[in-house]
């Protein structure tokens, strides 16, 4: 083991490791399989803290970031080409200062901020022209699709039981149909520990869970939801998580 290997949570014991050692819902030693119209790939990982505050969710890796994993840096492999976006907008709710970086962030001795994603496995679906896509609207459609059951797995296994140190989740993503999705399973996971706040937020216990804008450039509403212009449906729902994200208790008191 490294001095970069990375931390895993599961419940309150932190597993060091650079990559999840996790196999549950696969059916043989292949390293992919095929569900229905998706292909999930067996590379589940996590980075950061092992007992952060918060913890930030992307769905699952998308071919940027796998292809990363098969050939970078361990480090350089989440949130990868979108980090300036995502460093702007983690400054701008508050979760990092002004001069820190998602780069910083990504480090062993990470203290505060977790990095993983809602499915740890990396998903893709094929589209009308039969080639696998793993952007847009793919992330809804496996909450409804025979993916489902695989994602309630590893949301089970990953998401149920969190440490008790995080109060704050952040998933990107802001599309209603995500939001949706998300939250059935969180809701399905925690029963009547769960509870919504608002239309992008909910709690689970002491967690707040809060969909934020993802940083991909791929997504045509960030800027719209970083102005937080309350005119606009992506502004409304950037001061709806900001509302949230205050009263959770997960920002530094300076």
Known sequence: MTETALAHVIGDKAEQAGCIACRRCFTSDEQS???????????PA???????TVLLLGFSKGFTQADAFRTGRYEDIPFKDMRPRLTEELRLLGIIGKSETVDQKMVATETEIGFGSFVRCSLSRTNKEGKFVCTGEVMPKAFSEEISVNVET???TYLADLSSSVKLVLLLGTTDAY???????IRLLYGSRFSLINDVSYRTGDATWVHVSHASGMNGHHNTWMAGDPSTKPGRKRNLAMDAIRSSGALRRN
Do not use: E, H, L, Y
Request: glycine content about 14%; hydrophobic content about 35%.
């Open 33 to 43: 399989q095929t569900v229905g119209k998706w292909r999930m790939v067996n590379d």
């Open 179 to 185: 939001i949706t999705g998300c939250r059935g399973v």
């Open 154 to 156: 590893c949301a089970r």
């Open 46 to 52: 996590a980075w950061g803290s092992a007992t952060p």
